[in-house]
């Protein structure tokens, strides 16, 4: 089998259209990312009908400006990879559709791409890190829709071990950036905000919920935070700080759990809310302190990007795996699902 050199990843689940062409599944020739916070800030979260349309505007550039800043043409690729889910079902529609278009004109491999399967191989892009992530790795995956502790036995091999049982991290921190009136997108905000704050001004709680449970639930400790707030007498700085340390607490000790648990390794960080500055530090101090070896992705690549898709459909490729050309949008795709590969294929 012909190792594919270089992959022209997509990706369209939600608010960003981003094209990127990764060479040897560590090498980011070029990663294009079209925002459309400035859409969706006036409506304090991502609009779906706004987002499709939008895509559909940004897809075709941004494929062209990702082959050029790469210095490569279509015929230069080896394959396309593109997410098909989860995600908004219209934006996702559009990437699937014109992954699909792009792979058939000029005769590539194809094949889908799940969104947190994206995350997680983020950490995979440097090449000299991803020669220190050895199997098994717990990877913690936190953004706007997702927290989940994955157990991670080898390329492709996922165990789901804990996940929310209600809001988000990312959602809690955009839910709490809007009682602070701070906008959106809430994540960047709120740790903006908590610089200038004190982290221990407020007592707010820490649901850990049953003992033993690598689950996480954010919603009653939002639920204290509109209180703080609505009392009046804690300074914006500090509520935001206090959330932002309580939240980094409970991820950090679910996240070691699972690592002590499991026997694993290394411990992975995936997904926007792994670029929070508390998060990052309690998770490196914790990992120091206990002796195990912690990932981060750099910023840049912990939200929406296209090169994860990339290096994930390289990874699945150098599997043997493919996708069809009936290959559709999922919003609701789970984890390890394989039916978005050709039977052919399997794993």
């Not at 004109?105 to 440097?126: K, T």
């Not at 690598?214 to 400790?221: I, K, M, Q, R, W």
């Amino acid at each position: 089998m012909k190792e594919p050199a270089l992959v022209l990843g997509i990706e369209t689940s939600c608010d960003e259209t981003s094209a990127a062409v990764v060479g040897a599944g560590t090498c980011i020739l070029s990663n294009v990312i079209a925002s459309q916070e400035h859409l969706h800030q006036k409506y304090g979260g991502v609009v779906p009908e706004i987002a499709s349309r939008k895509h559909l505007e940004t897809f075709i550039p941004c494929v062209n400006e990702a082959l050029e800043q790469a210095g490569v043409s279509r015929n230069d690729l080896d394959a396309v990879a593109v997410t098909c889910g989860p995600g908004l079902a219209g934006a996702l529609l559009v990437g699937v559709t014109g992954g699909k278009a792009l792979a058939y004109g000029a005769g590539l491999d194809l094949i889908g791409v799940n969104h947190l399967e994206g995350h997680i191989y983020a950490n995979f892009l440097d090449g000299r890190q991803a020669d220190e992530l050895e199997f098994p790795l717990v990877c913690l995956v936190v953004s706007g829709g997702h927290t989940d502790l994955i157990l991670m036995k080898g390329h492709g091999q996922y165990e789901v071990l804990g996940r929310t049982r209600d809001d988000a991290a990312g959602e809690a921190f955009d839910k709490v950036a809007r009682l602070l009136g701070l906008g959106y997108p809430g994540g960047p905000l709120v740790d903006s905000l908590a610089q200038k704050g004190a982290p221990g001004a407020v007592t707010l709680p820490r649901a850990y919920l049953e003992e033993g449970s690598l689950d996480t639930s954010f919603s009653g400790l939002k639920t204290a935070v509109a209180h703080v707030i609505r009392e009046g007498s804690v300074k914006p700085e500090d509520v935001a700080a206090s959330f932002q340390r309580a939240v980094a607490s409970v991820l950090a000790g679910k996240a070691f759990m699972a690592v002590e648990r499991t026997g694993a390794r290394r411990l992975a960080l995936a997904g926007g809310v792994s670029a929070n500055s508390e998060l990052r530090k309690t998770i490196l101090s914790l990992g120091r302190r206990l002796g195990v070896p912690v990932h981060i992705p750099p910023a840049r690549l912990c939200t929406d990007n296209a090169a994860m898709v990339a290096c994930a459909g390289y990874h699945g490729l150098m599997r043997g795996l493919r996708s069809g050309w009936d290959l559709n949008a999922l919003p609701n795709l789970s984890l390890g699902d394989t039916s978005i590969y050709l039977r052919t294929g399997g794993q």
